[in-house]
């Protein structure tokens, strides 16, 4: 992750490790609408806006920041390959504390075969955790949805430097020649649940990263489900 705006790093994390946590069939409808949407042998009668989390469901101080659906292109070929259908995120920032001390929570509500459910949940928590500069402690058994798992990660320093390929224009001369850039890392609470064959992802990032704050997030949002 290169020096980047704060929200900007969330969504890009999210939308590779949600992308893989997203969908079904591709429907007849446009993502988000009110058209009735299979899951299996299931019918999801509402849009996948309406299970967004809104500002009443979020801590106070948090601003909306984005709320669109996804498209198939932002998610990857493996998320196709483990049969993605449609999928929903939305953003919201609190950066009252200053710039290095922005927190973010980002929901991914995506539609898959509930069969793929538990192979796309291993997924995402392999990829999630593999920062070597974060220590990731496990939060035990959430309990929401049929399936949900979740951990908190602390940054072990607010800013890193290492190498990087030369020419990067995040980069900075070496006197060596070689060149480095910069990443911001933050503290990160993750919860991920499944309900038929919605699979949600809540992440929170920054100073507001915690076990209960992030776990109640996901029990305000696997309430909205049908």
């Known amino acids: ?24 069939t591709i429907p007849s409808a446009s993502p988000g609408l009110s058209s009735p949407v299979t899951r299996d042998s299931a019918v999801l009668s509402v849009p996948l806006s309406s299970l967004a989390l809104t500002p009443e469901d979020i801590p106070a101080g948090y ?32 950066s009252t504390g200053g710039f290095l001390n922005t927190s973010g929570i980002v929901q991914t509500i995506t539609l898959y ?14 990829q999630e955790q593999s920062d070597k500069d974060i220590t990731f402690t496990e939060i035990a058994a959430p309990g929401i949805g049929d399936t949900s798992g979740g951990y908190v990660g602390k940054a072990h320093s607010g800013m890193v430097i290492k190498p990087d390929d030369a020419g990067s224009p995040f980069s900075s001369s070496l006197v060596s020649g070689g060149s480095l850039h910069t990443e911001f890392k933050q503290d990160v609470a993750e919860v991920y649940f499944a309900s038929d ?4 992802v809540i992440r929170v990032t920054g100073p507001g990263a ?7 997030l996901a029990r305000n949002a696997a309430a909205r489900i049908p």
Do not use: H
């Open 1 to 24: 992750m290169k020096v980047s705006l704060f929200l900007a790093s969330v969504l890009l994390v999210c939308a590779a490790l949600a992308g893989a946590a997203c969908t079904s």
């Open 63 to 94: 601003v909306l920041t984005e709320s669109r659906a996804k498209n198939s292109s932002e998610v990857g070929s493996l998320a196709i390959s483990l049969g993605w259908q449609e999928g929903w995120v939305v953003g919201y920032t609190n």
């Open 113 to 126: 075969p509930k069969s793929n459910i538990p192979g796309i949940i291993g997924v995402i928590s392999r």
């Open 197 to 200: 064959g919605i699979l949600e």
């Open 210 to 216: 915690d076990a209960a704050t992030v776990t109640g």
